[in-house]
C-alpha cells in the first residue's frame, strides 16, 4: 500500500512540475572533414542564416555542439541542434538564396559543394520536449551553457507516460551541480528496432563540474530505482558548446 502511495505522489509531481515547452527539437549529428574547415563555413555562413531564421520567428534557437573525445574513428563528431515551436518550422525559410542572395547561380554551387566536402550527415532525429528544468525559465527556449551530456534511453511503450511523469518528478526540483535538464521524446521514428526513442540532457557550467557529480558512489533512492527498471541508459555523450543563437531582440 505504501509503495502504491508513492507511486501515485510521484506520478502526480510529475504531471505539475516540469513537463516540458512543448519545443520541436532537431539533431543533426555530423562527422566533419578534416582539413575542410566546416567550422569556418558554420561560423562565416550558417551562423548568419540562423540567427535570420530566430529573428524572423521561423525558430527559436539554432546550436553546435562538439563532440568531446571524438576520433578520426568517431562515426560522428558534431551535433547541430534546431529548436521551433511546430516541425514544419525546422526546415523552413533555409538555403543559400536567403543567406546570400547577391550570389550567382554558379556562387550558390561552388558554395554548396565545398559544403558538401566539409561534412557527412549521418543521422538526423527529431523529438518533442516533454521535461525541461532551468533556473528562472518560463517556458521559453533556454540559452544553454558550456556544457551538456546527453543520454539516449530506450524504454518499453506500454510505460511511456509513467516513465515521462517519473523524469520529471525526479528532476523537477534542485539539480544540484546541473544548471538545466531536459528530456525530449523522439518523434521521427517508433517501433523496436530503433536506436533510442527518448533522449534526456544535462546542462553544466563547466566540465569538471560534470566529472566531480559523478565521484561520489551512493546507493539509489527508490524513486530513481523506479525510473531505472523503465528505462535502458544506452550511453553517455559529453558536448562542448561551439555556437549558440537566441533572439537578438
Known amino acids: 500500500m505504501k509503495k502504491l502511495f508513492l507511486l501515485i505522489t510521484i506520478l502526480a509531481l510529475g504531471s505539475i512540475s516540469a513537463q516540458g515547452n512543448g519545443d520541436f527539437v532537431s539533431f543533426q549529428f555530423v562527422k566533419t572533414t578534416p582539413g575542410e574547415q566546416y567550422n569556418v563555413i558554420l561560423n562565416e555562413k550558417w551562423k548568419e542564416l540562423h540567427q535570420m531564421r530566430i529573428d524572423e520567428g521561423t525558430i527559436t534557437g539554432w546550436d553546435t555542439w562538439w563532440r568531446v573525445g571524438a576520433t578520426p574513428e568517431s562515426d560522428w563528431n558534431l551535433l547541430i541542434v534546431t529548436v ?19 550570389y550567382s547561380e554558379m556562387d550558390r554551387e561552388i558554395f554548396l559543394e565545398k559544403n558538401y566536402k566539409a561534412r557527412t550527415l549521418v543521422w538526423q532525429n527529431v523529438y518533442v520536449n516533454k521535461g525541461l528544468n532551468f533556473a528562472g525559465n518560463n517556458g521559453e527556449t533556454p540559452a544553454v551553457p558550456q556544457v551538456a551530456v546527453i543520454n539516449p534511453m530506450k524504454t518499453d511503450y506500454t510505460n511511456d507516460a509513467k516513465y515521462e511523469a517519473l523524469e520529471n518528478s525526479l528532476n523537477s526540483g534542485d539539480l544540484g551541480p546541473r544548471l538545466g535538464w531536459g528530456l525530449l521524446k523522439r518523434i521521427d521514428n517508433y517501433g523496436d528496432d530503433i536506436h533510442h526513442n527518448y533522449m534526456t540532457v544535462d546542462f553544466y557550467e563547466k566540465m569538471s563540474n560534470m566529472m566531480l557529480s559523478r565521484v561520489p558512489t551512493q546507493n539509489a533512492n527508490r524513486q530513481l530505482q523506479e525510473v531505472v527498471k523503465m528505462r535502458k541508459h544506452v550511453s553517455s555523450i559529453t558536448l562542448w558548446s561551439g ?7
Do not use: C, F, Y
Open 84 to 102: 521551433a515551436k511546430h516541425p514544419d518550422s525546422l526546415n523552413a525559410n533555409v538555403g543559400v538564396a536567403k543567406m546570400r542572395p547577391e
Open 243 to 249: 555556437i549558440s543563437l537566441r533572439p537578438t531582440q
